[in-house]
């Protein structure tokens, strides 16, 4: 017995349009479910998936972790986002792990990272 792979994560919204927005100016664009005005919605992200769940405002967390995608430019990610106003906390680089990477925080305060291996 082994793990394979991870299926999907979801991660909690207090706007979901807002969230849907956030997410489809950065180019994801499949939805297989939800949208917008739904209390969950699907991004398809490669074989796996992306899931956002709307949650009150009462409900409030803190800094759980990072969600890292791999993409296959990870400029290209970079300049999408600040083409589409938002404010990543770092600015693409290499790092000694052998990727190029940059961070950016949704905006429920979900920290992601877009990377690529080097080489590739």
Do not use: C
């Amino acid at each position: 017995m082994s793990i394979e792979s991870i299926s999907a994560i979801t991660i909690a919204t207090h706007d979901m349009a807002r969230a849907v927005a956030f997410y489809r100016a950065l180019g994801f664009d499949d939805i297989p479910y939800g949208g917008a005005e739904s209390p969950f919605t699907t991004f398809r992200v490669g074989t796996g998936y992306l899931n956002l769940i709307a949650m009150p405002d009462d409900k409030q967390w803190s800094w759980w972790g990072r969600i890292i995608f791999h993409v296959s430019d990870v400029d290209a990610v970079y300049a999408k986002a600040l083409a589409a106003g938002f404010a990543p906390s770092t600015t693409p680089r290499d790092a000694e792990w052998g990727e190029r990477y940059f961070h950016l925080t949704d905006p429920d305060g979900h920290e992601l990272s877009f990377a690529r291996p080097l080489g590739k």
